[in-house]
């Protein structure tokens, strides 16, 4: 496999055979189906602010820790 | 008297939201003998909230962080309060909930818990304790604590938010409290933090 074609999400490998990972943490998110607004993201172990998830690329390779958060307390 | 007792005795914890969770986790660590709590929620007490919330009926209408200091001070007189009738954002959280420990996530919408994790790890050093995923009735077993990362830990089942037919329910909040008060403990003991403390002696 390509290192562009793989990402590691929450530990788990993940292949994106056509296209090659998305180009942004915003495009992947959109792609899982995460709302942007309700998940703690870091890449490579960096947290990422929320504004920046549509600036941060992704190359392929990366290790990538989604939190997802729903409501209730 | 152990060296627990000490530690929690001269360790602060920053409770953001007064709700179902914060109400419990505070009286939780009161009840523990933590020396000093910093509070923080906007909202008054209505009577919907006394079907989870650690609130009484006299107590409808008061200030949320005004009835918890109340109710702490009759539990633990010797603990030290500082409250906030705020609402917490990204500007003010590392000013409010500097000085402390741990920080407890207590918040009830997703996008709140979104913030305020993101915040502590980002602008603070402290551990925070969050918690997604405590709806519905019953099963208690399907509430757990997760070690995330170095910084953050996470209660609940990760699923079941509140909606229309999911309502929170005492008994299952009270576990997810119950959880998050052990692992604010645990995150402080782990830690051992030896911060400079502020002159409010």
Known sequence: MAVSSVLKINGLEREFPSEGVPETLLDLLNALGICHSTVVAEVNGRII???NFVNTRLEGGESIE?????GGG | ????????RNSVVGVAGLGGL???????LARMGLGRLVIADFDVVDTSNLNRQQYYFDQVGMAKVDATVANLRRINPEIAVFGHQVRLTAENI?????GVD???ECFDRSEQKQMLVETVLLRMDVPVVSVSGIAGY???NEIVTRRISDRLVLV?????????????????VGVAAGHQANAVLEMMLENGRKKERRSWQ
């Open chain 1, 49 to 51: 602010e929320r504004q």
């Open chain 1, 66 to 70: 989604l939190v997802r958060f729903v």
């Open chain 2, 1 to 8: 008297m152990t060296p627990v007792f000490f530690e929690l």
């Open chain 2, 22 to 28: 914060g109400s419990h986790v505070a009286a939780a």
């Open chain 2, 94 to 98: 590392s000013e409010i909930f500097g």
């Open chain 2, 102 to 104: 741990v920080v407890a």
């Open chain 2, 138 to 140: 019953g099963r208690s």
């Open chain 2, 156 to 172: 609940g089942d990760g699923v079941s938010g509140s909606g229309p037919g999911v309502p929170l329910t005492a008994g299952r």
